[in-house]
């Protein structure tokens, strides 16, 4: 980075509360990129120091959870506010650390703040239900309670919002939190993790001893540290975000020990644009959807099913708009495509380049690096569309970059049956005016994804809906609607009220 540039990032840093000199070491080398730089070097706890930290938290679940759920929310508010008022400089951290561009940095922010006001909403309506009994003078009736510890472990793409999105809901479950942050981006995570920090203080200052030492602790560390959360019986609910290959070894760890869990796993998102598609709209959809954040979100749309009638229409909107994209670097006004996160994630979006190439896909723009005499050390790079002639495996593998597969379909049916013939059930979409053609789409014989919209793109999804997909993306959901029911522990509860005491069936005993 650039001395100016260098010197606004430490001063966000400062003003988040964030102190590199007391967090140095030899750890974790953290760096941006846009051009390589390095940002940090920092300390990893020790794997060894995990049983201590976790009891520090097992002792604030038993006071935490004894606190009314209204107050729980006042935290989250103080939460919120807190996140207010960083907003610009957390979303400064996040593009320099993560490669976003500035708007975009700016909007996981504001995912973090819109969660705490959900969450506090939520905080007076954790309802359970009533049911009739089969027997006299009997009721029954459901209650949700503290679950216990809730470990986050998150992904570089969302240093910010995905730890507000578990944490805020459940620290209003009355549970306490650990978070392990990605070792590509924890200055972010760190970041918002000190507006919680500080609305700890401001909680505590106005209520007394309400927060208890231990109720929220973050952990950098690598590897080691994750599992040390994933394998340990006192984490109630391992929250983990990332690859599905990461799954396929956090989810099975902790159904051993039959803990509980949220996996976020992979997307390869689809959008359908039909014969009564709006073209203009769908460009406008698919540009963001495929671009935005270098294509590097789990609902990043990677593959466009296009009806034949329509497909050279759409290549004509389609085409100049992606070869005039603005590339470079995210801090900078205007710019729309920033970096990828490192030389890795150029590598595989060039090897499945070549692969669906080799599949017979032509190539129609992109795929090329950008800015490498700027930035010799930067991976920026043009969003690549690739014509293909078949859903071939690299098409259903999904490579984290900008790149999109253009698929032809004749009928419907067949693409609803090309959306759903990937490993992976996150978003997808479809562009329609045809009632119809929207019902199909949606209903039982439809999209199988755990999010399916109409008319916008499979990215952008706000916080009041359940988020999370299907299949190789984990089953689970976070975030809006009733998500928080996962990190609460369900009672049913039968109350006799009756001088009697009959059974149920009908069973006579005696």
């Known amino acids: 980075m650039t001395d100016t540039l260098s010197t606004q990032f430490q001063a966000a840093l400062t003003r988040c509360g964030i102190d ?34 976790m009891e520090r938290a097992t002792q604030a679940f038993k006071q935490w959870r004894l606190v009314p759920a209204p107050l729980r929310g006042e935290l989250v508010r103080l939460w919120g506010e807190e996140l207010r008022r960083t907003k610009a400089d ?5 593009s320099c650390e993560v490669g976003k561009i500035v708007q975009e940095g700016l909007g996981e922010v504001q995912e973090a703040v819109d969660i705490c006001e959900f969450a506090l909403g939520l905080s007076r309506q954790l309802y359970g239900k009533t049911m009739v009994s089969e027997r006299p003078g009997h009721r029954i009736m459901e209650q949700y309670h503290p679950l216990g510890l809730v470990a986050v472990i998150t992904a570089f793409n969302f240093p910010s919002a995905v730890f507000a999105w578990n944490a805020a809901i459940a620290l209003v479950c009355g549970n306490p939190v650990i978070f392990k942050p990605s070792e590509k981006a924890p200055l972010s995570g760190l970041a918002t993790f000190k507006a919680l920090e500080r ?53 099975p760890k902790v159904a051993a020990r039959f803990g509980k869990r949220i996996l976020e796993l992979g997307g390869n998102n689809a959008m359908v644009v039909t014969p009564a598609a709006d073209l203009d709209m769908a460009v406008r959809a698919i540009v963001f959807s495929a671009v935005g954040t270098a294509g590097q979100r789990c609902t990043t749309l990677r593959r466009l099913i296009v009806h034949r009638e329509v497909k050279q229409a759409l290549l004509d909107k389609l085409l100049p708009t992606y070869r005039s994209l603005p590339i470079g670097n995210p801090l900078q006004s205007g710019t729309l495509v920033g970096p990828l996160i490192d030389k890795a994630s150029f590598d595989a979006m060039q090897n499945s380049l070549a692969q669906a190439l080799q599949d017979g ?56 049956a090309l959306n759903n013939d990937v490993p992976q059930g996150l978003s997808s979409c479809i562009f329609s005016n045809d009632l119809r053609e929207v019902e199909a789409f949606l209903g ?60 149920a069936q009908g069973i006579q005993f005696g």
Request: aromatic residues 6%; glycine residues 12%; charged residues 15%.
């Open 361 to 416: 896909g032509q190539l129609l723009t992109g795929g090329q690096r950008q800015l490498q005499q700027e930035f010799p050390k930067g991976f920026y790079v043009t969003p690549a569309i690739v014509d293909m002639p078949a859903q071939t495996a690299i098409v259903r593998h999904e490579t984290f970059a900008p790149l999109l597969y253009m698929l032809t379909y004749e009928e419907l049916e067949q693409a609803i």
């Open 90 to 94: 957390i979303g400064h951290i996040v």
């Open 444 to 503: 039982a014989a439809g999209s199988d994804c755990g999010m399916a919209n109409v008319n916008i793109g499979p990215s952008g999804a706000e916080i009041g809906g359940a988020f999370g997909g299907e299949k190789e993306t984990g089953g689970d959901r976070e975030s809006g609607s009733d998500a928080w029911k996962q990190y609460m522990r369900r009672t049913t509860n039968t109350i006799n009220f009756s001088r009697e005491l009959p059974l």
């Open 20 to 53: 590199l000199q007391a967090l140095q070491g030899t750890d974790i080398t953290v760096r941006s990129p846009i051009d390589g730089s390095q940002l940090a070097q920092l300390a990893a706890l020790p794997a060894a120091q995990m049983p201590e930290l």
């Open 199 to 251: 609305a700890i203080a401001r909680f505590t200052a106005q209520l007394g001893k309400q927060a208890p030492a231990g109720l929220a602790q973050i952990v950098l560390g690598r590897s080691d540290v994750a599992e040390a959360l994933v394998d340990s019986p006192q984490i109630a609910l391992v929250s983990a975000t990332g690859s599905s290959r990461m799954g396929r070894t956090v989810g």
